[in-house]
């Protein structure tokens, strides 16, 4: 059993649990410490840890239950944090937030030292479309992509995108730059989890100099506005190279651990 599978598994799920799937009024009802919020985030954290850790049988579903109490005392600790902090130390707060909860993946493994359910395993193989099994892993073997790597990238997709959305609306609010209206709406959010998302997959294909082009057509399609509006040309700035950093940031380090796993 590898625990970068069991890492990943847990990664994934976290990201997509608390970025994805958890919406504005959740974090509302949270920061307002009320139990429905947890509740129901909580909730949503154990599907989607059973989803990803059930292959490892009872011992993932032990580490399931864990994975789930420590992530809902984790988050009562931070919107503790939250209600007293500035926009400054929200990043922080953010910060420390996500460390622990990778620092709680660990401990889990630690204490519980998950394997692979054989029993499960062989369910798949034999009885749950065996088929489709065979051919995503013969697609798998031929691309050179393992299932710890697929994990990776998947998540490194998950991080840029809506996980990128979060991390740069905290820096652009550290820097007390204010949203035009056009970037605060949903278009906007989607048209940045794009960029970032074509921006990872050009540093993943080693096209690095590529991400040049994408900024530079981005700038062009604002250009007027940056030239007229010194507020906006400051907020796009910063918003622009937080956004092109992470994206980079996240391509490089997938590339390297693809190396070592």
């Given at each position: 059993m590898s625990m970068v599978t069991f890492l990943l598994l847990g990664l994934l799920a976290h990201t997509i649990a608390d970025f994805l799937l958890q919406t504005d009024t959740i974090v509302e009802t949270k920061n307002s410490l009320s139990p429905k919020g947890f509740l129901v985030h909580g909730s949503r954290v154990a599907i989607l840890s059973v989803i990803g850790l059930h292959i490892y049988g009872v011992r993932g579903l032990i580490a399931t239950l864990m994975i789930t109490v420590t992530h809902v005392f984790i988050d009562l600790g931070k919107c503790y944090l939250d209600r007293n902090a500035g926009?400054?130390?929200?990043?922080?707060?953010?910060?420390?937030?996500?460390?622990?909860?990778?620092?709680?993946?660990?401990?889990?493994?630690?204490?519980?030292?998950?394997?692979?359910?054989?029993?499960?395993?062989?369910?798949?193989?034999?009885?749950?479309?065996?088929?489709?099994?065979?051919v995503?892993?013969?697609?798998?073997?031929?691309?050179?992509?393992?299932?710890?790597?697929?994990?990776?990238?998947?998540?490194?997709?998950?991080?840029?995108?809506?996980?990128?959305?979060?991390?740069?609306?905290?820096?652009?609010?550290?820097?007390?730059?204010?949203?035009?209206r056009d970037s605060s709406t949903q278009a906007g959010r989607y048209i940045g989890m794009a960029e970032r998302a074509l921006m990872l997959t050009l540093v993943l294909a080693d096209a690095l100099t590529a991400v040049a082009f994408v900024i530079t057509a981005k700038s062009l399609a604002r250009f007027e506005k940056l030239t007229t509006d010194k507020a906006f040309g400051e907020y796009y700035l910063v918003g622009t190279l937080a956004s092109t950093l992470l994206a980079i940031a996240v391509g490089l380090t997938i590339r390297g651990l693809v190396r070592v796993i």
């Open positions: 926009s400054s130390q929200r990043l922080l707060v953010f910060v420390v937030d996500q460390v622990l909860h990778l620092l709680s993946f660990l401990a889990v493994f630690e204490i519980v030292e998950p394997s692979f359910s054989q029993s499960v395993l062989n369910f798949y193989g034999r009885w749950l479309f065996p088929k489709a099994r065979s995503m892993s013969s697609l798998l073997a031929k691309t050179g992509l393992s299932l710890d790597r697929f994990l990776l990238v998947a998540l490194g997709y998950v991080i840029v995108m809506p996980v990128g959305a979060v991390i740069v609306r905290m820096v652009l609010d550290a820097f007390n730059k204010e949203l035009d």
